[in-house]
């Protein structure tokens, strides 16, 4: 080309050399191509390149969004442009007043922010919680995005389905499996009501079910509970506590059977909620809001509550365990 360029046009070509070096010069070992043409071609890949990027990211973010744990249909569209979204974003970062104004960036920003996290995937936590701080500590925010990415009807499953009446069940289920009132440290003398009775069913699951394996490591049923639910005394230094316990879960202050306070800990961060189920409900949306996987030493405890409680299948089809398996068989049975 650089040849026919000279040929064409006589008075561009040099004096030295073959005449046209200033226009193409190929390569030799090490050292790249150079020229004119060449310099316009290698700009002009560049920006073809990064044509074809955005446009497989559009496209991909179009179709199904990535989820790590369950497959969900396409998010909808958003109604803010990409400019007001990055505004919203900044503004939020650094306000958490007045809620008013909190709540409706939030509600806008939803979409979006549910398509970035899964075009992010390979952010930790901490970072998707820099960028979107309002998710952790403002109420009601965990539930708004869990009810985008899955179906409206799942997101009351907990509250519909844990009533004391199945909590019985579940505590009956638990009195022919293990010994849960060692580790639990409580007698059935102590369960004098209602919540009692909702609370310890919850805590009880980590001591029936199997504890989480990782490679060859299995954990203890003591590790299992503090990864599902941490008690811990009043009085407890919490910002030491954050600073040692970063994973999703639950912190209970107080007594299991009748907590003083609940809290959704995630990150260094914590919201507090009115009750242990509510705090379970929070935890379990957290995980498909971020879109991570349970953490391993309690991931059966959670399968259990995501097939059996809130009915969802995993996002590529694997055999379910078989102790959710015969657990959810047993209290279907029950009367």
Same mark, same amino acid.
């Given at each position: 080309?650089?040849?026919?360029?000279?040929?064409?046009?006589?008075?561009?070509?040099?004096?030295?050399?073959?005449?046209?070096?200033?226009?193409?010069?190929?390569?030799?070992?090490?050292?790249?191509?150079t020229g004119w043409l060449e310099e316009k071609l290698r700009n002009m890949r560049r920006r073809i390149n990064q044509e074809k990027n955005k446009t497989n990211i559009s496209s991909s973010s179009a179709t199904v969004?990535?989820?790590?744990?369950?497959?969900?249909?396409?998010?909808?569209?958003?109604?803010?442009?990409? $400019?007001?979204?990055?505004?919203?974003?900044?503004?939020?970062?650094?306000?958490?007043?007045?809620?008013?104004?909190?709540?409706?960036?939030?509600?806008?920003?939803?979409?979006?922010?549910?398509?970035?996290?899964?075009?992010?995937?390979?952010?930790?936590?901490?970072?998707?919680?820099?960028?979107?701080?309002?998710?952790? =500590? /403002?109420?009601?925010?965990?539930e708004l995005d869990f009810a985008l990415v899955l179906p409206e009807s799942v997101s009351d499953n907990l509250f519909l389905k844990w009533t004391p009446s199945f909590a019985d069940k579940v505590i009956k289920y638990?009195?022919?499996?293990?010994?849960?009132?060692?580790?639990?440290?409580?007698?059935?003398?102590?369960?004098?009501? =209602? $919540?009692?009775?909702?609370?310890?069913?919850?805590?009880?699951?980590?001591?029936?079910?199997?504890?989480?394996?990782?490679?060859?490591?299995?954990?203890?049923? =003591?590790?299992?509970?503090?990864?599902?639910?941490?008690?811990?005394?009043?009085?407890?230094?919490?910002?030491?506590?954050?600073?040692?316990?970063?994973?999703?879960?639950?912190?209970?202050?107080?007594?299991?059977?009748?907590?003083?306070?609940?809290?959704?800990?995630?990150?260094?961060?914590?919201?507090?909620?009115?009750?242990?189920?509510?705090?379970?409900?929070?935890?379990?949306?957290?995980?498909?809001?971020? =879109?991570?996987?349970?953490?391993?030493?309690?991931?059966? /405890?959670?399968?259990?509550?995501?097939?059996?409680?809130?009915?969802?299948?995993?996002?590529?089809?694997?055999?379910?365990?078989?102790?959710?398996?015969?657990?959810?068989?047993?209290?279907?049975?029950?009367?």
């Amino acid at each position: 080309m650089a040849r026919a360029v000279i040929e064409e046009f006589p008075f561009l070509k040099d004096e030295e050399g073959q005449g046209f070096e200033a226009w193409y010069t190929p390569g030799k070992g090490l050292h790249s191509a150079t020229g004119w043409l060449e310099e316009k071609l290698r700009n002009m890949r560049r920006r073809i390149n990064q044509e074809k990027n955005k446009t497989n990211i559009s496209s991909s973010s179009a179709t199904v969004s990535k989820s790590k744990l369950v497959q969900f249909t396409s998010l909808p569209e958003s109604s803010i442009s990409e $400019e007001d979204y990055e505004g919203m974003v900044e503004w939020l970062k650094h306000h958490v007043e007045p809620l008013t104004k909190v709540k409706e960036f939030m509600s806008k920003t939803s979409v979006k922010r549910a398509s970035w996290i899964r075009e992010h995937s390979d952010l930790s936590v901490d970072a998707i919680l820099k960028e979107h701080p309002r998710l952790i =500590d /403002t109420p009601g925010m965990i539930e708004l995005d869990f009810a985008l990415v899955l179906p409206e009807s799942v997101s009351d499953n907990l509250f519909l389905k844990w009533t004391p009446s199945f909590a019985d069940k579940v505590i009956k289920y638990a009195e022919d499996q293990a010994k849960w009132q060692v580790y639990l440290g409580i007698n059935m003398e102590q369960i004098n009501s =209602d $919540e009692a009775k909702q609370n310890v069913a919850l805590s009880i699951l980590p001591c029936i079910l199997p504890a989480g394996r990782k490679c060859k490591k299995r954990c203890s049923i =003591d590790d299992a509970l503090s990864s599902f639910i941490d008690v811990k005394p009043i009085g407890t230094n919490i910002p030491k506590y954050l600073e040692d316990n970063l994973k999703p879960h639950i912190l209970v202050l107080g007594e299991r059977l009748h907590p003083h306070q609940v809290f959704l800990v995630c990150e260094g961060k914590c919201l507090e909620r009115s009750n242990l189920v509510e705090a379970v409900d929070s935890c379990f949306k957290l995980f498909y809001v971020l =879109d991570m996987e349970y953490p391993w030493q309690s991931n059966v /405890t959670w399968e259990f509550f995501q097939k059996v409680v809130y009915c969802l299948e995993d996002k590529t089809p694997r055999k379910t365990t078989s102790a959710v398996i015969s657990m959810r068989a047993t209290l279907n049975s029950y009367a």
